[in-house]
Every structure is written in C-alpha cells, then in structure tokens.
C-alpha cells in the first residue's frame, strides 16, 4: 500500500436468526440485533482463519450482536480488542426493523420492489435518510481509520453498510454493491490525503 495508507478490511456478519412472521428480533438503539446462527458462527470461524495470518493495527464491529459475534473467533485468535463503532450499524429500517424487511422482501412487497427500483432506502416508511446514513458510515470508517492509523484494520459491518461505502469509494449506483455475502470480505483503501480506492468486493474464497 502506499506509504501512510490504511486498508480497512470490511466484514459482512456471519449469516443471522431468520425472521419469523409475526416476532420480531429484539431492538438495541432502535436496530434489530439478532443473533448468529450455526451457520454463522461457522462463517466467522473462518474468516478468522483466513484474516489472523494478516498484522492487523485494529479490530472493529458495529456494536450489534451479530457483528460482535462474528468478530470473536479473530479476536481470540489475534488477542485484538474489538472496538465498538456505532457508525457502522445497519442501516435504520423504520417500520420494518426488527426482521420485518427480511419478510417484506421474502414475500415481494410492492414496495420493498418499488425500493430495489429507485434504489432509496427510505421509501420504506420511517427508515433513515439515505444522505444521514451515508454520512454517518463515512464517519465511521473515518474513526477506524484515526484509531487504527496506517496498516491493516478489520471491521465487522452489515451489507447496506458495505453497499453504501463501496458506492462512496467508486461513485457507483446506490444499490450497487449491496448483495455481499454473510463472512464475505471487502477491502477499502483509505490514502493519507482521504482519498478512497475499493480493492476487492465480497471475497468468499475462505467459506468455498
């Protein structure tokens, strides 16, 4: 990398409870917070064996459970303490938090289509504004980077996350870059003059 620079290495959480018609996930700071499933304990396992080999400045997550989850395997493998960024939490569904999005779109609600149409998270009714999301996730990689200074940083994020960060660091369509994989790794290059440069997407060769 060039001198100075730091690459964040981004994580999608191991794959998480399925939603339930008719329960919905319990809430931290208004975000549905499910846990991991076997599946995804199994899915954070090995992205700890494929990233412990790497001399990583920091470890991150979003503060939700399932980003805490899957960032434990690494930390015990590294001894890093995993630092919460709250900046980097999914984005804020409004009245579909909770695991009602994963119903809507299951079921092909005209206006979760109407969503992947216009590329706006918020016609959902009552979700976060797409500028105030973009900005806050710009922020938290923002603190990454000031904590964990040049070199290799890990964080365990969530796919809008993902999307919105890969779509500021290439200008793309919104919705591009938000089918990541659950364990999938994204590396982002953050230059000492704020320059970003995305240098892989969903990288899921450890989980073949």
């Known amino acids: 990398m060039p001198p100075g620079a730091t690459e964040v290495v981004l994580v999608r959480h191991?794959?998480?409870?399925p939603a339930v018609e008719g329960e919905r996930f319990p809430l931290t700071d208004g975000h549905g917070d499910p846990a991991l499933t076997d599946v995804g304990v199994e899915q954070a396992r090995r992205v700890a064996e494929r990233l412990a080999v790497e001399s990583l400045a920091g470890l991150f997550t979003s503060g939700l459970r399932r980003t805490d989850e899957s960032a434990r395997p690494l930390a015990e493998q590294t001894g890093l303490r995993p630092v919460a960024v709250p900046e980097l939490?999914?984005?804020?569904?409004?009245?579909?938090?909770?695991g009602e999005f994963r119903i809507r779109m299951a079921n092909r609600d005209p206006l979760a289509l109407q969503m992947l149409e216009e590329e706006r998270w918020d016609v959902i009714p009552g979700a976060e504004p797409m500028d105030r999301f973009g900005a806050g996730v710009r922020?938290?990689?923002?603190?990454?980077?000031e904590a964990a200074g040049p070199g290799v940083a890990v964080a365990f994020a969530?796919?809008?996350v993902l999307g919105e960060l890969c779509r500021q660091a290439t200008a793309s369509r919104p919705f591009a870059f938000v089918h990541a994989d659950n364990g999938s790794?994204?590396?982002?290059v953050?230059?000492?003059d704020g320059r970003w440069l995305l240098r892989?997407?969903?990288d899921t060769a450890h989980l073949a």
Request: charge should be negative; hydrophobic fraction near 40%.
């Open 139 to 145: 922020r938290g990689v923002e603190r990454v980077v």
């Open 158 to 160: 969530h796919a809008a």
């Open 190 to 192: 953050v230059m000492d």
């Open 185 to 188: 790794i994204t590396r982002l």
């Open 89 to 98: 939490r999914e984005i804020q569904l409004g009245e579909w938090e909770g």
């Open 14 to 17: 191991g794959a998480s409870t």
């Open 200 to 202: 892989s997407f969903n």
